[in-house]
Every structure is written in structure tokens, then in C-alpha cells.
Nanobody, 123 residues
Framework: VQLQASGGGLVQAGHSLTLYCTASGSPFGLYDMAWFRQAPGKEREFVAAISASGRSTDYADFVRGRFTISRDNAKNTGFLQLNSPNPEDTAVYSC?????????????????WGQGTEVTVSS
């Protein structure tokens, strides 16, 4: 599966922004999907994940209650809604996927990665 993240840009703190992960090449519904981010000078970190069916989600503690992950398998698209972002959320956001199977959890190995989309949150 090939992945492409989009939707990034400049957003004011407290204003919402939605990121998109468009999949191609293989049925999107076979894959668990996740979002990761990497801020300047920092390591890449897990943000959120959603199971292939969409029934299960997992969030990093620092975004729980602020960001929402979802997906539309019929449209081969995943989403990450950034609600009330703050300047510390400034980073390059990347989507990733791996074939679903076994127990679902978010922060794990993902076989497929898309190019990131840059998000800048101004204060």
C-alpha cells in the first residue's frame, strides 16, 4: 500500500485542522493505520492509531482528548483532526500502516509509511 499525507499548514493555536492520509495500491481496510510526528530536533513520536475496521483507537497521552483519529475505508482515507492545537504540536506529521492481525495497539512497528505533511501552530 502507498500512503500520502496531506492537509498540513499554518494554523493558529486553538483552531482546528484536519490531516488526511490517502491510500492506494491495496484495500485500505486490511490495514491498521497510525499517525506519527517529528518536531524539529526531536525524535519521531507516536500520536494516534486506528484499527483496520475503525472500531478501536489508541492515543498518545499528550493528544488524548484533543486529537481525533478516524477513517473511511470506502474512500481509502484516514484522518487526524487536530482540535485546539498548541505551538508544541508543531511538527511534520506522517501516516503509517501495517496489515491488521493480532491484538491491536498503537505504538508499534508499521511496515508502510507515507511522506509527511508539515503543521505549524502559531501562538
Amino acid at each position: 500500500v502507498q500512503l500520502q499525507a496531506s492537509g498540513g499548514g499554518l494554523v493558529q493555536a486553538g483552531h482546528s485542522l484536519t490531516l488526511y492520509c490517502t491510500a492506494s495500491g491495496s484495500p485500505f481496510g486490511l490495514y491498521d493505520m497510525a499517525w506519527f510526528r517529528q518536531a524539529p530536533g526531536k525524535e519521531r513520536e507516536f500520536v494516534a492509531a486506528i484499527s483496520a475496521s475503525g472500531r478501536s483507537t489508541d492515543y498518545a497521552d499528550f493528544v488524548r482528548g484533543r486529537f481525533t483519529i478516524s477513517r473511511d475505508n470506502a474512500k481509502n482515507t484516514g484522518f487526524l483532526q487536530l482540535n485546539s492545537p498548541n505551538p508544541e504540536d508543531t511538527a511534520v506529521y506522517s501516516c503509517a500502516a501495517t496489515l491488521s492481525g493480532g491484538t491491536f495497539y498503537g505504538d508499534r512497528y508499521y511496515a508502510y509509511w507515507g511522506q509527511g505533511t508539515e503543521v505549524t501552530v502559531s501562538s
